[in-house]
Each structure stands twice: as C-alpha cells, then as structure tokens.
C-alpha cells in the first residue's frame, strides 16, 4: 500500500460507513412509505419512491436541531412535487422532525 492510499483509507472507510447508514435510512423510509400509503388507501407509489434519496440528503445535510428549535437562522427545505408528499413525511419522520405514528396519516 502507498502512502497514499494508506492515508485515504480511513476516508474511504468513513465515507462507506455513511454511505451505509443513509442506505439504512433509505430503507426505513421506503418501508415508511408503504405504510403511509397502504394506511391511507392512497397511490403515487412511484412518486414518493423516486425522491427518496434525493429528500435524505437535502436532509442530512440540514441543521435538524435548528430546524427542530424553530431558529430564524434554521435551514428550510421547500418541496413541491405533492404526489411525493408520503416520502417527504417518511424523510422527516426519520429525521425525528414528525411524531412517532406515522402511518396514521391522511
């Protein structure tokens, strides 16, 4: 091993290791999905299910705390595409921004 790919390693690591919790993420939340829309006897199943990735990283990225807190310096995320309203409440429930009963939307 090089010196630099020894000195990389632990940033391939770190960056696999996020890279694995936000594929986790993206599971709960796709198994959120399906439970908001089976819960509410809705469709657009294919809309929430393309955003998924897309709403978690605009989410990681985020001060959630700030968000959370209500700060006039707090990060907003504004979505429009409204058939991908189940994904967009998914991501926030993983992100703790939503209460805890989550399929009982409507």
């Keep these: 091993m090089t010196y630099t790919e020894f000195t990389l390693y632990p940033l391939i690591v770190e960056a696999l290791d996020k890279n694995i919790a936000l594929v986790e993420k993206a599971l709960n939340v796709r198994r959120n999905i399906l439970k908001i829309i089976h819960s509410a006897q809705a469709s657009h199943l294919g809309s929430s299910m393309s955003v998924v990735e897309m709403l978690i990283s605009m989410y990681s990225v985020s001060d959630v705390k700030k ?25 926030m429930h993983e992100f703790g921004l939503m209460g805890k009963e989550i399929h009982i939307i409507r």
């Design 67 to 91: 968000i959370l807190a209500g700060t006039k310096d707090r990060d907003r995320i504004i979505v429009s595409k409204g058939h991908a309203a189940a994904a967009t409440y998914a991501v």
